[in-house]
C-alpha cells in the first residue's frame, strides 16, 4: 500500500504577511496588497507590482547570509526555517542525510544581472561583484536553505516557470514514496520585481496596464481583467511519510493525496483554449489520489488574470466537473510570484483546510459571462473542506495540479 505523505510544517513569506498567520490573515481581508510605482520599476511602462511588505532579512537571517544573497534566496530562507520549527525540526531530530530540499524557482534573479549589465556597458567590469553567479543562479535557493538547515539529501531546483513550485512538491512527495528520503523541504521562491522582468513581461502584452488603479489591477476571471501584476515571495512545506511523522510525534497539517503533470504541446506562451493540458494534470492526480471530481470540495485556482488563461482554466474545470466546486483565485491578492506562486497556493490551500474556510477573490466585480463558476469573493466562505485542488500553468504549455486533504 502506498504510504500517506504528510505535511508537518508550513512556511510562508507573501505580500500578505510574513509567516503562515499573517499570511491567512492577509487572504481573508479580501484586499489586494498591490501598491503604486515600485521604485525598482521607475519609467517603465507598468511601475507598479505586489511586493513582500515589512520584511527585513536581517530579522530571520545571519547578516552575512543576507550580504552575499538576493532576494529570492533570502524569502525561501524565511519560509523553509518557519516551516522547520512548524514542524520540530531541531538540529538531531532526523537523520540529515534523509533530509531532502526541492525548490520551484521560475529564474534567474535579474537584479544581478542588471546591475552587471549595466558596469559591462561603462567598461567597469572589473567592479562586477565575484558574488553575481552564485547569489543569482536558481539552484542557490536550494543550496543555500541545505546548508541554512543541514540537510544533506538531495538537493535541487525545479524551474518550471510558473509551475515550479507545485511541480517541486510533487517531485519531493515522489523522493519520499521511493524511499530516496524521510524529510523532504518543497515548495517554491522568486521574486519578479525586477526591470527586465517587468519589461519582458510588458512587452508580451501579459502584465496588467491599469496604472491608474493599481490595487485593482489583478481581477482574475472578470470581464474587464487585462494581465497580472508581478510580485515575490516563498512557501516552503515540510513532506515526510505519516508513520515517520507520527513517530516523532509530529502534527500533521494534511496530506499531499494527488500529483499530476502535464504538457499543452500547444503554443511557447498561450494555453491551450480548452485547457487540454490542465485537463490532463488535473485528471492524473485525481487518479493518483484514488478520488473522482465529486470529492474535491474546493478549488484554488492558477487565474493569473490573462484574458486567454482565465478562459482556458474555466473550461478546464468545466470539463473535469459535472458541478465545479467553490474556486477562489488566489492572485487577486497576493499578484503573480511566478515560480513560487503555485506554491504559496498549496501552502494557502492547507491553511483553508485547517481553518475550514475559503479566501475571497479580490477585484471580482463583474464575473466573465463566459466564466461558468461558483468564485468565491468579498469575503471568506466557511466550508466543510476535506480536499482542496490546486492547480498551476506556466509559459511552455506546462501544468501541474496538487490535490490535498485534511490529515
Not at 163 to 171: D, L, M, V
Request: hydrophobic residues 40%; charged residues 15%; contains cysteine.
Amino acid at each position: 500500500m502506498t504510504p500517506d505523505i504528510v505535511v508537518t510544517g508550513i512556511g510562508l513569506i507573501t505580500p500578505a504577511g510574513v509567516g503562515a498567520g499573517s499570511t491567512w490573515r492577509g487572504l481573508c481581508s479580501g484586499q489586494s496588497f498591490t501598491t503604486a510605482q515600485d521604485p525598482l520599476l521607475t519609467g517603465l511602462p507598468v511601475d507598479f507590482s505586489c511586493p513582500v511588505q515589512n520584511f527585513d532579512a536581517c530579522d530571520h537571517l545571519p547578516r552575512r547570509t543576507v550580504r552575499r544573497t538576493d532576494a529570492f534566496i533570502h524569502f525561501a530562507l524565511a519560509a523553509a526555517q518557519e516551516a522547520a520549527q512548524d514542524a520540530d525540526l531541531a538540529p538531531g531530530s532526523a537523520e540529515p542525510t534523509r533530509i531532502g530540499v526541492v525548490l520551484g524557482v521560475g529564474g534567474n534573479s535579474l537584479t544581478v544581472y542588471d546591475r552587471a549589465a549595466e558596469l559591462l556597458r561603462t567598461g567597469e567590469h572589473h567592479l562586477v561583484s565575484p558574488l553575481s553567479l552564485p547569489r543569482s543562479v536558481p539552484s542557490m535557493a536550494a543550496g543555500e536553505v541545505a546548508a541554512h538547515l543541514d540537510c544533506r539529501g538531495p538537493n535541487f531546483t525545479v524551474a518550471s516557470a510558473c509551475a515550479s513550485g507545485a511541480h517541486a512538491i510533487g517531485i519531493a512527495r515522489d523522493l519520499i514514496r521511493s524511499g530516496t528520503c524521510d524529510i523532504v523541504l518543497a515548495g517554491g521562491t522568486e521574486s519578479g520585481r525586477s526591470p527586465l522582468s517587468a519589461i519582458s513581461f510588458a512587452r508580451l502584452n501579459a502584465l496588467s496596464t491599469r496604472r491608474h488603479d493599481p490595487s485593482g489591477a489583478s481581477r482574475p476571471f472578470d470581464r474587464d481583467r487585462d494581465g497580472f501584476v508581478l510580485s515575490e515571495g516563498a512557501a516552503v512545506l515540510v513532506l515526510e511519510r505519516g508513520d515517520h511523522a507520527r513517530a516523532r510525534g509530529a502534527t500533521l497539517h494534511g496530506v499531499v493525496a494527488g500529483y499530476g503533470a502535464s504538457s499543452d504541446a500547444h503554443h511557447p506562451v498561450n494555453p491551450h483554449p480548452d485547457g487540454r493540458g490542465l485537463q490532463q494534470a488535473i485528471r492524473a492526480a485525481l487518479a493518483d489520489a484514488r478520488m473522482m471530481p465529486a470529492d474535491v470540495d474546493h478549488v484554488s485556482a492558477h487565474a493569473t488574470s490573462t484574458p486567454a488563461g482565465d478562459i482556458a482554466e474555466a473550461r478546464a474545470l468545466s470539463h473535469v466537473f459535472s458541478c465545479t466546486p467553490p474556486v477562489t483565485a488566489l492572485k487577486a491578492l497576493l499578484g503573480h510570484a511566478l515560480g513560487a506562486a503555485s506554491a504559496i497556493q498549496a501552502a494557502c490551500a492547507l491553511l483553508a483546510l485547517r481553518h475550514q474556510a475559503i479566501p475571497p477573490t479580490a477585484n471580482l466585480d463583474n464575473q466573465d459571462d463566459a466564466i461558468d463558476l461558483d468564485i468565491v469573493r468579498k469575503a471568506p466562505r466557511p466550508a466543510r473542506l476535506r480536499t482542496v485542488l490546486s492547480t498551476a500553468c506556466g509559459f511552455g504549455g506546462t501544468n501541474a495540479a496538487l490535490i490535498l486533504r485534511g490529515p
